[in-house]
């Protein structure tokens, strides 16, 4: 309509001096062409159901629109002569008349000749079903639903062999994400994370919660893992834990200008307590077990602390954005606002986010252009999560206020009459008189130029220039005066960091076909530079300073690489990779590695091409080598020198002077390498609607980058990072997908995924030796460097480390008496044994989306099994003495006491290791499209209700049995979140 009014005006203007009939004329017929124009809506099905994402373009014009995620689409002026091309990947196209129709159901026929779908790679794009690699793709139609926060939380429980724990419920929170287990011990056992073409710095950002949290959810279209070696050997030095590709969503070609408004209200409320003492159970045993002095500390209140300390968190999340193409260029924009409150008071996190994409072509389509840009803006206010394990103990019969020290209860030193140093202080004081807050800018963008050679058109130069900037400030403000901060007179914090990352890659690739034989070859070559400053000043309210530290560090990766992949008959496909990286970490002698892979696969459905029953049969084989290098330290072959502490200078007549302390090294570090090999099964059936893979692995990580105690004397330290020892993981992956009801009105999918993967030490020294124990590890919460884990030979990593409870005759521990395991007549440390792992040998994922007609119901769940837990909690909070410590305070128990009626802390029985499997509901979801209930003709509008954590099934004694590392110490908990949303698009 614009377009026609522009042409009459232009029409108009040029009137002058020539034959107005003329002129009349072409504006009569403008006006009747205007009036033929109609709306045409629709709905693309086929016999699986809607048909989400397809095509529909109006023949022989740039004027299209894409259907949304329940098939249907809406395309304005639109003659009635006009013939619309309806096409979707998997699908057969059509064309279909307008003439007087404005409504329209298009069905599409399966092609079943082809799987075409098209999946991102290291490096570029292959058809689905040319791949030879384990590669799983997830597109935003299955992403998870509800309170989203950051893209990890998009997969979880969607992948075979690919983990993903939250790390608590703090606002932002992160995840741990796990590719098949971890590869190394002291490394970075993190994936490689790839956006839109810009590898991520895997290290975290001071201020943020998490490195992630500056992505909007909104934006990501896809997820693309790629999880075998011969899919990520061409990632070279950063893929041994795997690749993960996100890439956001984009305008395209021809398509309308839409927009898309969101808006999503949550409520998250405390899942469960830490089961304690009342007021009352507690001044019981107090009254039994404590001396007159102590019974006099008892107060009169009846406080719940966790109530205290918790909230109902109310959070909003708003998402606008505008996607289509300009003049025939496709663009995207969009804009987020977050605010996101904690359970925990006073936690929260508020976030603005922008994304602009334009992809223009040039030179007759010869050179493509993909500019993308995403800032983020996050201010935090982080709780002092001290106040979670606090609250748990904190004496229930004191009440909240009460004292000088801030207004609050707090246990006093009886001599002096100030705060006890040695006693807890008052949760709620912790949370509400100390402001730890932050802001965050982050911004990635980078430019893509594709050219295709005019003289060779099967050659192609691709460059990609990116940045990732990020800079945060913070403070840390706790009033002088007050039981917290009394010794060292309040806090007056600052810290600052900034991050320059830069990369640059260009590569070329040939792709040729000649008869029955298809040729793809790339080369290129890879630039990235990491550059990070930081301050940190801790003093006290009156400017007494206690650290002020500054420092700036930078790493450097340079890579040539290059991939062939090879395709016979389109039925035997062949891949090799090659990447040749270099560290800035390691010395110029240990500076680069070579690792390099091949891949083969036999497309077996090829062989039954006209077959009703199979629709995808292909077998993969694959081998391939990684290295790691990212460790907590830029320099670890250097020498190197630190500032001392405040508290340790060197005293010149009445000046102390700051020491330079030299810091443990290893000369020659080196690469640490990871060796995959992987044979998978990829099959589909066509009737039944049933696709799936089977895939088996076996990871041999040696050179191990490990931490590992050095003889006293020997280096300058107790322990060094240094290259010694062995790792293996192997498994079993198995996916499922089925789609069992595929009508016009309902539709069901269902899917399921299982995995196998057992970790185990192989080596761990560089000299055999067949007494040594192993690697100390796994810190608890209780006494002075205590542990409980051990890496040792032939067992899992972070295996509990433990003596073995002896029971009486009704089940009941004994205090203090184990098993003397080694026979020598007494308990020692050598009675210490190996018992179970935190890490779970099987791990599972099912999901379910029913719809139908305006209706749709969804699920997602996980469950973990064989994973063990050390009930830290328990441990600390389970015996008398705990009560009543003699140190001028009371603190509460927990009801295991009771069980065990110990009097003292046994924190190394294996008492204490508890079976921590779980089966965990993620999400249950619930969609209404109110199209037909508002008769809506020009927009589409839809409602959610979605529920998050929603239960968990579980013998574990704690409060929740997914804590990573295995060790159970007052994490922050994760909330159960109920959300209401509505999505409109036009």
Request: net charge neutral; glycine share 8%; hydrophobic share 35%.
């Amino acid at each position: 309509m614009k377009a026609k009014i522009t042409s009459w005006i232009e029409g108009l203007s040029q009137s002058k001096g020539k034959n107005l009939f003329l002129t009349l004329a072409l504006i009569t017929f403008s006006v009747f062409s205007v009036i033929a124009q109609q709306t045409v809506t629709g709905t693309v099905t086929s016999k699986e159901g809607p048909i989400a994402g397809a095509s529909v373009t109006v023949k022989g014009t740039n004027k299209g629109t894409s259907a949304d995620s329940r098939g249907q689409f809406t395309i304005s002026n639109v003659s009635s002569n006009s013939v619309l091309v309806v096409s979707s990947i998997g699908f057969i196209s059509k064309e279909v008349s307008v003439g007087n129709q404005n409504q329209l159901t298009i069905t599409l026929e399966t092609d079943s000749q082809s799987l075409n779908e098209v999946v991102v790679i290291g490096y570029g794009s292959q058809r689905k079903k040319d791949l030879t690699g384990s590669v799983v793709s997830i597109s935003s139609v299955d992403f998870q639903k509800g309170n989203i926060v950051t893209p990890d939380q998009l997969v979880a429980g969607k992948v075979a062999g690919v983990q993903i724990t939250s790390n608590g419920g703090a606002p932002g929170a992160g995840s741990t994400i796990r590719i098949r287990g971890g590869s190394s011990l002291n490394a970075n056992n993190d994936p490689l994370i790839v956006i839109d073409g810009v590898p991520l710095d895997n290290n975290g950002i001071s201020g943020a919660a998490n490195a992630l949290s500056f992505i909007n959810p909104n934006d990501i279209e896809s997820f693309n893992v790629l999880k075998d070696a011969s899919a990520t050997a061409i990632y070279g030095s950063r893929a041994s834990n795997g690749v993960i590709l996100i890439t956001t969503k984009k305008g395209k070609k021809g398509d309308d200008i839409k927009v898309s408004v969101s808006s999503v209200a949550s409520s998250a409320q405390a899942r469960a307590y830490v089961d304690v003492l009342s007021a009352a159970d507690f001044t019981s045993v107090i009254n039994s077990k404590g001396t007159a002095a102590q019974k006099a500390m008892l107060g009169k209140s009846s406080t719940d602390w966790q109530k205290e300390i918790y909230r109902d968190a109310i959070s909003i999340d708003n998402n606008v954005s505008i996607t289509g193409s300009i003049k025939n260029i496709p663009v995207r924009a969009s804009v987020g606002y977050l605010n996101q409150n904690g359970i925990l008071k006073t936690s929260n996190m508020d976030r603005i986010s922008t994304s602009i994409g334009v992809s223009p072509s040039f030179l007759n389509n010869s050179l493509k252009v993909d500019l993308n840009l995403k800032s983020s803006v996050i201010n935090n206010n982080f709780a002092n999560q001290g106040a979670i394990g606090t609250a748990v103990g904190f004496d229930p019969t004191q009440s909240v206020t009460g004292s000088d020290f801030g207004g609050y209860f707090e246990w006093l030193d009886p001599a002096t009459k100030k705060p006890n140093s040695l006693g807890p202080k008052n949760p709620v004081a912790l949370l509400n008189l100390q402001k730890d807050q932050s802001k965050v800018n982050r911004t990635i963008a980078n430019a893509v130029f594709d050219y295709t050679m005019p003289f060779l058109p099967e050659l192609r130069a691709n460059a990609n220039v990116a940045i990732d900037k990020s800079s945060s400030e913070g403070t840390i403000n706790i009033p002088a005066g007050i039981a917290n901060s009394y010794d060292r007179g309040g806090k007056a914090g600052t810290y600052s960091q900034s991050k320059d990352n830069k990369t640059f890659e260009f590569y070329l690739n040939y792709v040729k076909s000649i008869g029955m034989h298809r040729i793809d070859v790339m080369g290129g070559y890879s630039y990235q530079d990491f550059l990070r400053d930081n301050t940190d000043l801790d003093k006290n309210v009156a400017g007494t300073v206690f650290n002020n530290t500054y420092y700036k560090t930078q790493n450097t990766l340079v890579s040539f690489y290059g991939r062939a992949n090879y395709s016979l008959n389109d039925k035997y496909l062949f891949t090799f990779t090659l990447r040749n990286d270099g560290s800035s970490r390691f010395s110029p002698e240990n500076r680069w590695g070579v690792f390099p892979s091949a891949a083969a696969a036999w497309k077996i459905s090829e062989e039954f091409k006209d077959s009703e029953v199979i629709s995808d049969l292909k077998l993969r084989l694959g081998w391939g080598v990684t290295g790691q290098q990212d460790v907590f330290s830029d320099y670890p072959y250097l020498a190197r020198y630190t500032n001392s502490e405040p508290n340790a200078q060197y005293q010149f007549g009445n000046t102390f002077l700051n020491t330079l302390r030299p810091e443990g090294y290893d000369a020659n570090i080196k690469w640490e390498q990871t060796t995959t090999k992987n044979i998978g099964l990829d099959f589909g059936f066509k009737k039944v609607g049933i696709t799936g893979s089977i895939d088996v692995y076996q990871k041999e990580t040696k050179d191990l980058l490990s931490v590992i105690p050095v003889p006293a004397g020997s280096n300058l330290t107790n322990q060094i990072l240094t290259n010694v020892g062995n790792l293996e993981n192997k498994g079993v992956e198995v996916t499922l997908n089925f789609n069992p009801i595929h009508t016009a009105n309902v539709n069901w999918d269902f899917g399921v995924n299982a995995t196998f993967n057992q970790s185990n030490i192989t080596n761990l020294t560089k000299v055999k030796d067949p007494t040594y124990q192993g690697i100390l590890v796994g810190g608890i919460s209780g006494g002075v460097g205590n542990t409980i884990q051990i890496h040792s030979l032939e067992y899992s990593p972070y295996t509990f480390y433990v003596y073995q409870q002896v029971y009486n005759t009704n089940g009941k521990p004994v205090e203090g008496l184990y098993v003397d395991r080694n026979g020598d007549g007494k308990i020692s440390s050598d009675d210490r044994y190996r018992f179970e792992s935190p890490n779970s040998k099987y791990f599972f994922g099912a999901s379910s989306n029913l719809q139908i007609k305006d209706f749709s119901f969804g699920f997602v769940l996980r469950a973990n099994v064989g994973n063990y837990m050390y009930n830290n909690t328990n441990a600390n909070s389970a015996v008398y003495r705990a009560a009543t410590g003699g140190n001028n305070f009371l603190s509460n128990l927990v009801p295991n006491v009771n069980e065990t009626n110990f009097n003292n802390t046994q924190y190394f029985s294996d008492y204490y290791i508890q079976n921590a499997s779980f089966l965990r509901v993620d999400n249950i979801s619930f969609g209404y499209n109110l199209n037909r209930l508002l008769n809506a003709k020009k927009f589409n509008a839809q409602l959610s209700l979605n529920v998050q954590n929603a239960f968990i099934v579980t013998k574990y004694q704690g409060l929740d049995p997914e804590v990573g590392g295995g060790i159970d110490n007052n994490m922050y908990p994760r909330p159960r979140t109920v959300s209401l949303g509505l999505n409109v698009n036009f």
